[in-house]
């Protein structure tokens, strides 16, 4: 038996009614120490609301959620929050803005700046320091405001779509500050409708759908709820391809060169191509090109959320 304390995060049972509209229903799961977790979902899936509760701003309707032993509200001197609603003071200098934020979370003055300074720096915006924020880009901003939010050096972090708003470069090192703190031991929390950095960063991901958790596990727990598909090219026909053990559906690529024709094999869930390819081998036909196409978290979330992707 797992003891609690391994978590950092766990919800059990947990809906949210905004009177008579259910945004969560019976939501439960854990978030181990020192992990990175993925929360997943739609636009309106819930997410936010799950969120706001975790941290004790909202009361959940039923169930119960411990955080980092804990209620959320207590806590919250342990937790860092990245709101999804981004917003600073614009006429204060990222130094002080950070200092003034770890202030509300009691770290000293003096030690708050000495952080600041040197996160800023590590960040890149060593120059910008001491010019209001009003002065900086959108993506600066947004990374004074994630400095602010994890100052007190947090042992849970909540980010709610970290990632909306930065360009390729400023996602990576967003990616790249996460991966960090979860190297430190922090737990990290962040939600998100687009599955390539949850693919990156997590090992385990929470998906949720019309307020309704639809999967937990793990990454590749997650792609194995998507199909596989096979490219197979060759002078084969539709019957032959079809009789393939494992194979769903066929779609008509075309005609490719000099007799061969394309064929896109749809496998039924949870199969792998293998047996496939090694029939048609063995069978002796006109195989000239294959390609299998591993599922990705992203065919993984339309199938899980019914097709509800952005
Ligand atoms: N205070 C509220 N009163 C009434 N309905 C609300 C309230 N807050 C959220 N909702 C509704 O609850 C549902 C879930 O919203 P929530 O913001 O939690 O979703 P989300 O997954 O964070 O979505 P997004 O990715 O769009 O931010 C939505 O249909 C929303 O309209």
């Not at 038996?1 to 439960?28: I, N, P, Q």
């Not at 909306?164 to 090192?173: A, E, T």
């Not at 639809?214 to 090219?233: D, I, M």
Request: hydrophobic share 45%; charged share 25%; with cysteine.
């Amino acid at each position: 038996m797992t003891s609690h304390s391994e978590f950092a995060l766990s919800l059990e049972g947990v809906s949210k009614t905004y009177g008579d509209f259910t945004a969560v229903r019976d939501l439960s799961f854990q978030v181990a120490r020192g992990s990175i977790c993925g929360f997943l979902g739609p636009n309106g899936a819930g997410k936010t609301s799950s969120v706001r509760m975790m941290l004790g701003l909202s009361a959940p309707s039923a169930g119960k959620i411990t955080v980092l032993g804990g209620e959320g509200g207590k806590v919250l001197d342990r937790i860092g929050f990245l709101p999804e609603e981004r917003g600073l003071y614009r006429k204060m200098t990222p130094v002080d803005m950070i200092v003034f934020l770890a202030g509300l979370k009691r770290v000293k003055a003096s030690v708050a700046r000495k952080r600041a300074i040197a996160m800023l720096e590590a960040q890149g915006l060593g120059e910008f320091m001491n010019k209001p924020i009003k002065s900086l880009s959108k993506g600066m901003s947004q990374k004074v405001q994630l400095i602010g939010c994890l100052v007190h050096e947090p042992e849970l972090v909540i980010l709610d779509e970290p990632f909306s708003g930065l360009d390729p470069v400023n996602q990576q090192g967003l990616e790249d500050v996460i991966r960090d703190l979860a190297r430190r031991g922090a737990t990290v929390l962040f939600s998100t409708h687009v599955m390539q950095h949850a693919e990156r960063l997590c090992e385990n991901v929470v998906m949720l759908t019309k307020g309704r958790k639809v999967f937990e596990g793990t990454l590749k727990q997650a792609r194995a709820a998507a199909p596989r598909y096979l490219e197979l090219e060759g002078a084969v026909s539709r019957e032959q391809v079809a009789a393939l053990p494992g194979v769903a559906e066929v779609v008509d690529g075309g005609v490719a060169d000099e007799g061969a024709h394309l064929w896109r094999l749809k496998f039924a869930t949870g199969l792998s191509p293998n047996a496939a390819l090694k029939a048609a081998f063995l069978t002796g036909l006109d195989v000239r090109r294959f390609e299998a196409h591993e599922p990705t978290l992203h065919d993984a979330f339309i199938v899980l959320t019914g097709g509800e992707a952005q």
